[in-house]
C-alpha cells in the first residue's frame, strides 16, 4: 500500500518528536533507532526511508526541538523571563521534555559535525535574543552578559539535575536565577 506525502510528513514528524523526547531522557547512545520507531508507532524498517544513519537522526532530531522551541517563544521576551521560566523546578524535572543543552551538551560534543553545527547555530540565536534584552551598556557588554547568564543557565540546570538532594538542586536553580536576573 502507497502512503500519502502526508502520512510520510507526519511519521517523519512522529519520529523526531520520540527521538528528541527519548534522546533528552535516556542519552544519545542509551536509546537505539529501533525504539525510537517503536515509541514513535512505526516499525525499524522504515527508518533508512527517512534518515541516512542514526547521526543523521540525531541531528535532525535537535534541529527539530530547537526549531519548536524557538516557535513556542514569545517576541520580546526577556533574559530574565526567559531564565525564570528555565530555571524552574518543573523543567529541571522534566529531562526528556527540556532543554537539549542541559541534557545531551556532554554527549553532543562528541557527536557529529552536522549535531554540532546544529547546536552552535541555535547558540547563536539565543546569545542573539538574549543580548537585546541583557544588562550592558555597550552590545558588547550586552552579548558578554548574555553569554554569561546562557551558560549559567544550562549549567545550573546539569547540577541541579545531578545533585540527588532536593534542596540542594533547588538552591542551584535558585541561586543561579537571582544572579542572571541581578541588575
Do not use: N
Not at 517503536?38 to 516499525?43: E, S, W, Y
Not at 526511508?49 to 535532525?60: N, P, T, V, W, Y
Not at 554540532?116 to 538574549?130: C, G, H, K, M, P
Amino acid at each position: 500500500m502507497k502512503v500519502s506525502r502526508e502520512q510520510v510528513a507526519e511519521h517523519r514528524h512522529r519520529i523526531l518528536d520520540a527521538a528528541a523526547r527519548l534522546y533528552r531522557e535516556k542519552g544519545l547512545e542509551g536509546v537505539s533507532v529501533a525504539q525510537i520507531m517503536a515509541a514513535a508507532g512505526l516499525t525499524h524498517g522504515g527508518f533508512y526511508g527517512h534518515f541516512k544513519s542514526k547521526e543523521d537522526l540525531i541531528a535532525q532530531a535537535l534541529a527539530h526541538v530547537l526549531s519548536e522551541t524557538k516557535a513556542a517563544k514569545p517576541p520580546g521576551r526577556t533574559m530574565a523571563a526567559y531564565a525564570a521560566a528555565y530555571l524552574d523546578r518543573s523543567h529541571c524535572d522534566a529531562r526528556a521534555e527540556g532543554c537539549p543543552f542541559a541534557a545531551l551538551g556532554s554527549e553532543a560534543v562528541r557527536g557529529s559535525q552536522d549535531t554540532r553545527a546544529v547546536l552552535t547555530r541555535s547558540l547563536r540565536e539565543q546569545i542573539e535574543d538574549f543580548s537585546a534584552t541583557a544588562p550592558g551598556e555597550t552590545l558588547q557588554e550586552r552579548r558578554r552578559a548574555a553569554i554569561a547568564g546562557w551558560a549559567a543557565m544550562v549549567g545550573a540546570l546539569i547540577l541541579a539535575r545531578i545533585a540527588d538532594d532536593p534542596a540542594l538542586s533547588d538552591e542551584i536553580l535558585e541561586a543561579t536565577l537571582r544572579q542572571v536576573t541581578a541588575p
